[in-house]
């Protein structure tokens, strides 16, 4: 992100871990770009258009990621640019931060296609990963009324 010409106003940044904000405000904090300390699942976030969300869903539980979605909303966000596999690999659910791929079209989340996909070109894996892109959603049109569905398993 550190060579990434956002063409924003002002650009905040956000992780849970202490040592990475510190660096990163030591790095690249200025006028314009800030980093804080917050946890996605319960802090209020600050104010934001939109928010860019790359390579963290993948590694939350299904009920995770929904408190998260609603924090982003709450953020009077209005759009999400996320990651998202586009394959029609089925979604499983995780915990402990566990990496897996995540389909946000499929069961359990049944997002509407996307405004805008950006595949990543993911080599790695020896190309197990092709799928892996960045999608563009509304906040206020994401399906996440209701308790996270317990599916204990393999979705297709």
Not at 3 to 15: C, F, H, P, R
Not at 43 to 48: G, N, T, V
Not at 99 to 104: D, F, H, Q, S
């Amino acid at each position: 992100m550190r060579s990434v010409k956002l063409g924003v106003e002002q650009y905040t940044g956000v992780d849970v871990l202490g040592e990475v904000i510190a660096g990163l405000q030591w790095r690249y904090a200025g006028p314009r770009r800030r980093f804080l300390r917050l946890d996605l699942l319960e802090a209020d976030l600050p104010r934001a258009d939109a928010v860019f969300c790359r390579d963290l869903l993948p590694h939350l539980s299904y009920a995770e990621i929904r408190a998260v979605l609603r924090n982003f909303q709450r953020s009077g966000a209005e759009f999400l640019l996320t990651t998202t596999f586009t394959g029609a690999r089925p979604n499983r659910d995780t915990a402990g931060g566990d990496w897996r791929t995540l389909n946000l079209q499929l069961a359990p989340f049944a997002f509407a296609p996307p405004l805008l996909v950006l595949n990543e070109q993911c080599t790695e894996g020896g190309g197990a990963y092709a799928d892996k892109s960045l999608a563009v959603w509304r906040l206020d049109g994401l399906p996440l009324d209701g308790p996270a569905p317990s599916y204990g398993g393999l979705l297709t």
